[in-house]
């Protein structure tokens, strides 16, 4: 059954400092995969997505993931993290609904990031 | 280009009484999707639709009703609401059934319900 895992619940980086948020995924296919962000009292946003083809995926805000299927795995990178990024981050894998043709996501439990000054 | 817009933003109900939360977008999108997020629970998916008058039911349907009369609007019923209801609420549409596209989703900004 398909499955995102965030282990992270909570990440604590200064301003400035690099950041690396973890997303682990289970699916039997290729999968389609996004980093969403929510900043307090707002919707989601989409950061990145990846369908096919490089591996590297550039997103808005300067995030950055990088697809490995060797670990299933599907990390969020930004060099430099600014005050605004405080947020969190939800990492989600589209599948296909089981019995049906109908696509959805499947969202991890998500990663609060606190940025100090 | 409004999006996917939601109302009310807020609301308060008692246990027992029932209310309509009213999604709608303007993207011309095939599909639409409830979901309810919780504390360290991320986003579980209630009832979707996958075009005028078509719902089903998603991960935690039970309490919830839909409906999609129109193609723009998703309505999520509760007919009699329960303290385990409380939760923010967001819809979402996408593009569909086109391959990858049905999973890119944009999201409204969220009701807030609590029931006492």
């Known amino acids: 059954a398909q499955s995102v895992t965030q282990p992270d619940i909570h990440i604590t980086v200064s301003e400035g400092a690099s950041l690396e948020l973890r997303c682990n995924y289970s699916y039997g296919a290729t999968p389609y995969l996004f980093w969403y962000v929510q900043s307090p009292g707002q919707g989601l946003q989409l950061l990145l997505k990846y369908f096919s083809g490089d591996t590297l995926v550039q997103g808005i805000k300067g995030f950055e993931a990088e697809f490995k299927r060797s670990q299933s795995s599907f990390n969020l990178r930004k060099p430099s993290v600014h005050w605004s990024d405080a947020a969190e981050y939800f990492c989600?894998?589209?599948?296909?609904?089981?019995?049906?043709?109908?696509?959805?996501?499947?969202f991890g439990r998500g990663t609060q990031l606190t940025v100090w000054p | 280009n409004a999006g996917v817009t939601q109302t009310p933003k807020f609301r308060v109900l008692k246990t027992g009484q029932s209310m309509t939360l009213l999604c709608a977008q303007d993207?011309?999108?095939?599909?639409m999707y409830w979901y309810r997020q919780d504390p360290g629970m991320g986003l579980r998916l209630i009832h979707y639709s996958v075009g005028e008058g078509t719902t089903a039911k998603g991960e935690v349907p039970d309490g919830y009703n839909v409906s999609r009369l129109k193609k723009q609007n998703f309505l999520l019923g509760l007919e009699s609401a329960a303290p385990s209801q409380t939760s923010v609420y967001f819809c979402?549409?996408?593009?569909?059934?086109?391959?990858?596209?049905?999973?890119?989703?944009?999201f409204g900004p969220g009701t807030r319900l609590t029931v006492t």
């Open positions: 989600a894998v589209g599948a296909l609904d089981r019995g049906s043709t109908l696509g959805r996501l499947y």
């Open positions: 993207m011309n999108h095939e599909y």
């Open positions: 979402a549409s996408s593009y569909g059934p086109y391959r990858g596209s049905s999973y890119e989703q944009y």
